[in-house]
């Protein structure tokens, strides 16, 4: 199925052939059962010369999945939280290297895990204070529970630390969960993919004196007219909702989340501000041409270009491979740096993948994706709904593709 397009492939200096590769690929995914359904949207100049959707957003209903499917795009949620972040940064509210204990007076005595066990932990004071910039490069010490790999992993998951669909207390109730758990390193020392941008959606809701979701959908969604962007699906919205499907051992989908008897169908006690958003192809574009524009769109200007320009450029001292543990992100770890909310390419040599180095990405847990190369004027949105993200190489499969597509 193909959704609307607005220019033709060679005026943006796209190969109409190899563009179509892309919908072969997509295809066959479908066909040899390795996803229920998928669209894929790409824009080169701010225009849009390729957007196509095949298979299923519901296989039980037989529900097409359609360019205007709604997804569940999890972590994809991180980067316009990120950018709600630069927006009180720009209004003078604090700097990067500020304290976030100056708002949040529970993370003044911060300590790092040393050894011990889930009984009896052992730690030693944090060296220096987390810092805002440490929660949007993942440099603040704090994990993930359901990484399953440290101590500290299993602390989040004891003690009730954790931002997900199931969650039923609120925000504020959550982090100050969070404040009670040791470090996993000292701030600013390893790059460990966490729950620090929820942390930061606390941060905004704090800072501001507005409730996090409302902040998020009145500031940024709404102007940048990301009209099916929420952290539920609408009643009226729901027919266009995509089932979440899981990739089992015997290689067959197995159903994760229903499409319409799901947890999405109602407003959540958290507005996740590290994984809880739904939208679309098209919204999600939007986004990333607001990016491309260095913080404006359609005249709609939310931060200014060097602001966009500091968020893109990358903050680590080396690639996450030198600087993080191989352990599960939405990003390989040779040859990526990481910027203020999204993944940077450093050296696509080291990467092993083609690319542009200074383009940034990110993806979601249900195999959603995207990424911006401001060289190339060029912006990639690919949403599927399948857990994990880790099951198929689809996100570097359709880099190759998209890039081979490029003549001019």
């Known amino acids: 199925m193909q959704g609307d397009i607005d220019v ?31 669209s ?20 039980a209903r037989e529900k097409p999945f359609a360019p205007d499917t709604i997804a569940r795009i999890y972590s994809m949620t991180k980067p316009l939280t990120s950018v709600a972040v630069m927006m009180l940064y720009e209004e ?26 889930r009984v009896k932990f052992e730690s030693e004071p944090a060296l220096r204070p987390i810092t805002i910039r440490d929660l949007l490069t993942h440099t603040s010490g704090l994990t993930y529970g359901f990484m399953e790999a440290t101590l500290v992993d299993a602390l989040y998951r004891q003690n009730g630390v954790d931002f997900g669909e199931a969650q039923t207390d609120d925000l504020a109730t959550v982090v100050a969960r969070l404040a009670r758990q040791p470090l996993l390193a000292q701030p600013g020392a390893e790059w460990n993919y966490s729950v620090a941008t929820d942390l930061l959606g606390h941060l905004v ?47 067959s989908l197995k159903l994760y989340d229903d499409a319409v008897d799901t947890r999405f169908a109602q407003p959540p006690a958290i507005a996740s501000g590290g994984g809880g958003l739904v939208s679309t192809a098209s919204d999600y574009m939007r986004f990333c041409r607001f990016i ?13 270009r060097k602001t966009v ?11 996450l491979a030198a600087m993080g543990q191989p352990r599960f992100s939405e990003s390989a770890y040779t040859g990526i740096g990481f910027g203020l909310g999204f993944s940077v390419m450093l050296d696509p040599a080291r990467a092993q993948i083609v690319g542009t180095p200074g383009e940034v990405a990110w993806g979601g847990l249900a195999s959603t994706a995207f990424w911006i190369d401001p060289a190339e004027d060029l912006a990639v949105v690919l949403l599927a709904q399948l857990i994990p ?12 593709l998209s890039y081979a597509a490029l003549v001019d």
């Open 205 to 251: 809701a704090v800072i501001s004196g507005q409730d996090f979701g409302d902040f998020l959908r009145g500031r940024v969604i709404g102007p940048l007219g990301m009209v099916d962007t929420d952290f539920h699906v609408p009643a009226d919205k729901l027919p266009r909702f995509a089932a979440n499907y899981s990739l089992f051992r015997d290689r």
């Open 389 to 400: 993200s880790s099951a198929l190489p689809i996100r570097r499969e359709l880099r190759v």
């Open 8 to 38: 033709e492939p060679g005026a943006v200096g796209l190969c109409p052939d190899r563009l179509e590769r892309i919908d072969g690929w997509m295809r066959r995914l479908v066909a040899d059962g390795k996803l229920a359904g998928l």
């Open 292 to 304: 491309l524009g260095r913080g404006a769109l359609d005249g709609v200007r939310l931060l200014g």
């Open 40 to 59: 894929v949207m790409l824009s080169r100049g701010g225009k849009i010369p390729f957007f196509r959707a095949h298979g299923h957003a519901d296989i």
């Open 92 to 117: 003078g509210r604090f700097q990067l290297d500020d304290p976030i204990a100056r708002f949040l007076p529970d993370f003044a005595e911060m300590r790092v895990l040393t050894g011990g066990n």
């Open 309 to 319: 320009d500091l968020m893109l450029a990358t903050h680590l001292t080396g690639d």
